[in-house]
């Protein structure tokens, strides 16, 4: 089985598990994926779902993500918020917003999305209303004749009511159609929404696999590993930092001179 996992660091043993899943034909219709951001719930979560909409053999890997995230069969459900003078909306209202975020932070926060979708000190959810378009939307047929992926990032951020009325749709899923479920913090999930799913928590990321992405230049890289934790997102804005700091010190001492 040709898996590329091109934008997933590390996380072997987990991908070889949903190999395992897709090589046996026993892919559960819900998976919710455990983790904080950085450890690469979402990455994993597109490419698994590319693969089980994709055909097999064709190596789209080549693409940019965002492109082939454009995926007819593909949904992706968000928390958002409302936009001026807006009564509903949507998270397809946010697909641009959405995709240029898969490419420049793909292993981002919550926080890092509100903040570039500028919800200010609104808080985003994921609204009954997109959950009943969703529903709308799997009761058609599959464009491709094919399967189906609903990718819900977020799911604490489901209001009481958006919650229940997925429930319904996972007590009676669609044929062909797979929810997979991203989400932090397990807690602060419908318990009922929880026992439908099968549970992938994600641990931090190998340090050999975080060590292969640091950029070569960075100073210290081992302290940066080890303050990151695991952490690809956190591993990252290091990096920045550490670069705006040595930016910073070059700028200091050219005025000095």
Request: aromatic residues 8%; neutral net charge; glycine residues 6%.
């Amino acid at each position: 089985l040709l898996m590329h996992w091109t934008r997933v660091i590390g996380q072997k043993n987990l991908k070889d598990k949903l190999e395992y899943l897709i090589e046996t034909g026993q892919v559960p219709h819900s998976q919710l994926f455990i983790g904080p951001s950085g450890y690469g719930s979402l990455p994993l979560v597109i490419e698994f779902s590319l693969f089980l909409l994709e055909d097999k053999h064709a190596s789209n890997s080549t693409k940019k993500l965002s492109k082939r995230c454009q995926h007819p069969d593909l949904h992706f459900i968000l928390p958002i918020v409302k936009r001026k003078n807006q009564k509903v909306v949507y998270s397809h209202d946010y697909v641009h917003d959405w995709l240029r975020f898969i490419d420049l932070k793909l292993y981002g926060n919550y926080s890092e999305w509100f903040e570039s979708i500028n919800v200010g000190n609104r808080q985003g959810l994921i609204s009954i209303s997109d959950i009943e378009y969703l529903r709308k939307k799997i009761s058609l047929k599959a464009f491709s004749g094919g399967a189906r992926v609903c990718i819900l990032w977020g799911v604490e951020k489901m209001t009481n009511q958006a919650s229940n009325a997925f429930l319904k749709i996972l007590e009676e899923p669609p044929e062909n159609t797979y929810f997979l479920l991203i989400a932090e913090n397990q807690e602060e999930i419908l318990p009922t929404i929880v026992s439908r799913c099968q549970i992938v928590n994600l641990g931090p990321i190998e340090s050999s696999a975080l060590r292969d992405v640091i950029d070569k230049k960075t100073n210290n890289p081992e302290k940066l590993l080890a303050k990151a934790q695991g952490n690809f997102n956190d591993l990252h804005n290091l990096m920045n930092s550490d670069k705006d700091k040595e930016y910073e010190g070059l700028l200091i001492e050219g005025l000095r001179k």
